[in-house]
């Protein structure tokens, strides 16, 4: 039963991602996309990270695909009717990574379980959110500040980048 | 469960530098937006009083031998951190101080430039005391932020917005293959800090995985074939973001090489000398004999960059502490030279408006002082003695030679020859045609400032460089223990003066 | 992290998720459904030209965007993972103390200096 959810999810985020890069209309691709964000929520909520699938449909559901639609509107994308020039390149390319993908996986089944992260020690009984808030602002301190430095480089950058200069001498 | 954190003084002791960089970068930006009539100058000068505080601290640092791990390993502080860290902040005080003139010429949005400066240097300095993947991963795309603002900074200039498009493209894709190779070595071991890594069996995912990562940091370094932004994005960036971009990450990511070589792929030395054998002989030709053809001095700086990459990858395919020691007493000669060479650039473009080699025609009959300069400077690019850069190249090559990599260093001799010649073109061009223009130019105090510190340099390192020889020998002591022949520390017998 | 109790009653926790999910879908798909059914169905080329006050339209409806959206919905962006990280940080805040609170204050302090300086930049203006 659970391999029916996990088909389900991976069969819809693959073929939607493919559709994102074979529409051709960038708006239809962009819808394409939230509905592979909300798959991958689901994939996360069958993974017990409730928390993570939350973030998902917030923040990239929510702000990023309203950065591309908004991106996509600006520059006014139209229908492309041809696929860009450099697509065998671009096909043999992804053959290559697909084959290194598929030999990754059954090497793995063949060789025996592979080394896993240690999982035992999280109580299940906590829940997500509290897991890593827990890891988060103890262990992993360093990354969170470091983001938040990324966050203030970022507004200040689209400032920079988007804002009319209307003001200062 | 609750997992507790302990932060004693002494840990926070070792983020000092950063923390006290942080602190400043938040006036500047307070002090940009608090007081809009003040005349943006100042900041730079702020600045650059921040930065020298953050250096002493840092001399501090070396001098007492402060040291240790902070956060499970993620964060380390050891000599190697400290030089990478004095490294970055001495490179960042001299291109703020090139970069004042330039950023007059600016209509708005001046203050923010030193802010962004600001913020990709304390991004490098993470940078070079990251000890696990994670941290390589955050710190790697904090300090490239700020670049791709400041790559762009000149909204008015096509070449500005086309060299920001397609550094930022370049650039967000290796961070992907960054991410992707970091998620396959996670996969395989389980764990992400560099000594937790090394693992004595090579599995598919594993290899993959770290070719990944090299590709990424090779993507920052510039190396051959993952060089394609660098001439573009050179050539259209302000001139002092190219200079600051020409240096700093370069450095930053060769701490991370360092540390992943040296450290987590130990076990597998003679499969990646090979690798980065190949990465240097293609990095040295391909930048050279691209750099003969070129017009433009940004570019031209570019190419020969691109080669001086592949001179310093001859140190990492050593494998040894002698590699080490030679990695970093070559980036220190580079910090210099190119810094040097890139004042005079942006000095030249500020008062005559161009970066075409043509115009540098007769540079000795407007300014004997900075044709002199550029000579220097190029000189010790190319390897000449008594400057810095042949102690440089000199060192790079016995640790090679240690090791018997000898066809890399023929590829790496002739190399040498190839490269002289489009140095030698520029100083030609300055000695010996007629200028167009035969005004003489002057430059402003805070660039004769880099320039002297530049000159200074250069030539202290190729007649004096025992003491820098000491401090990069120091900063690798924790690699004694590395495969390869004894590491003393060498003192090299010099052909004048020894 | 393979939880204790089977993935079904696991799962069936969101079970009133998908209800609502699939009644929300239900509801749009089948009131189109049914009026595509029960219309009466009677074309014409008069019925069937494009409604314009009149006259043909002549070109596609898109005008230069502004910029200023963008602006608004990058802001957006990075305030909402401002949140997101405050999240998990109110659920353990019990547990992490006063260290945990300083970490916090010195996140939201950089947050505080990214707003005022939008807003002494005029970025928050909206004309």
Known sequence: ?169 | MTFTLTLSGADLLLLLPEMLLTVWLCVVLTMDFAMPRLPKDRLAYLSVAGLAGVLANLVWFDLAGIGGTLFAHMFVVDRLAVFFKIFIVGTTILVILASVDYVRRFRFFKGEYYFLVLMSALGMMFMASANDLLSVFITLEFSTFGFYVLVAYLRDDVASNEAGLKFFILGVFAAGLLAYGISLVYGETGKLVFSDIASPSATPGLVIGFLLIFAALGFKIGAVPFHSWIPDTYHGAPTPVTAFLSIAPKGAAFAILIRMFFVSLAAFKPAWVLLLVGASILSMTYGNIVAIAQRNIKRLLAYSGIAQIGNILIGLAAGTKMGGDAILFYLLTYLFANLGAFAIVIAVGNLIRSDEIEDYNGLNRRSPFLAFAMLVFLLSLAGVPPLAGFIGKLYIFLAAIDEGLYTLIAVGLINIVISMYYYLVVVKKMYINEPTDPSPLTISPPMKVVVYAGLAGTLFLGIYPQPAINWVVAATLMFSNLAGPAAAAPTLVLPIGG | MTGSEPLLDYLGRYFSIVLFIGIALAFGVVTLLISYLVQPKYPEAEKLSPYECGSEPFSDARMPFPVRYYIFAMLFVIFDIEVIFLYPWAVVFDKIGLVGLVEMLVFIGLFLMAYVYAWKKGALEWD
């Open chain 1, 1 to 169: 039963m659970e391999l029916f959810f996990f088909y389900y999810l991976a069969g819809v985020i693959i073929l939607t991602a493919l559709l994102v890069v074979a529409l051709r209309n960038p708006i239809y691709s962009a819808l394409s996309l939230l509905i592979m964000f909300f798959h991958v929520a689901g994939l996360y909520v069958t993974l017990h990270a409730e928390f993570l699938a939350a973030v998902q449909v917030i923040v990239y559901a929510g702000a990023i695909l309203v950065l591309y639609l908004f991106v996509v509107m600006l520059l006014n994308v139209k229908r492309e009717d041809r696929y860009h020039p450099q697509f065998p390149i671009g096909a043999f390319l992804g053959l290559v990574i697909i084959t290194e993908v598929l030999l990754l996986a059954f090497r793995r089944s063949e060789s025996g379980t592979p080394p896993m992260p240690p999982a035992g020690s999280v109580a299940e009984a906590v829940g997500n959110t509290e897991t890593i808030g827990d890891v988060l602002y103890t262990t992993y301190l360093f990354p969170f500040e470091v983001a938040s430095l990324i966050l203030l480089v970022a507004m200040i950058g689209a400032i920079v980048l988007a804002k009319r200069d209307l003001f200062e001498a």
